[in-house]
């Protein structure tokens, strides 16, 4: 197997809203969509947003279940300054601030907020990993 991740796809439960968020809020480049699914193009790797019923029935899974999901996104920028920006911006549109930007053991500066389906994103400036420009 080659080492790639193609996709990530959230479950989310209201589409219009999880595309509003991750389109007018964090920015992200939308380039497909229908009234079933919306993808966004993040580089080499997609994030597609599908209806959680349908993703889970589509998996075989129950769609129910709550708290942490055992994984986080992560968005890694420039400056420390930036995680306060993005996240106080998060903050101001609609997602959940989990825990404020703080120093981290590791060396850099991180936050973690949720969106409003709750998938956790953490918010990273790490001075000994490159970010994407």
Known sequence: MQPRLSFVTLGVADLAQ??????????LPQRRSSTAIS????GKTWLALYPRELLAEDATVPAE???FRGFTLAHNVKT???VDGLL???AAH???IVKPARDADWGGYSGYFADPDG???EVAWN???PHVD
């Not at 993808?39 to 993040?42: C, G, I, K, Q, T």
Request: hydrophobic content about 45%; cysteine-free.
């Open 18 to 27: 999880a595309i509003a968020f991750y389109r007018d809020v964090l920015g």
């Open 39 to 42: 993808f966004f193009e993040l």
């Open 65 to 67: 279940g709550s708290g």
């Open 80 to 82: 420390r300054e930036e």
């Open 88 to 90: 106080a911006h998060v």
């Open 94 to 96: 609609g997602g959940r």
């Open 119 to 121: 998938f956790l994103w």
């Open 127 to 129: 001075p000994h990993f």
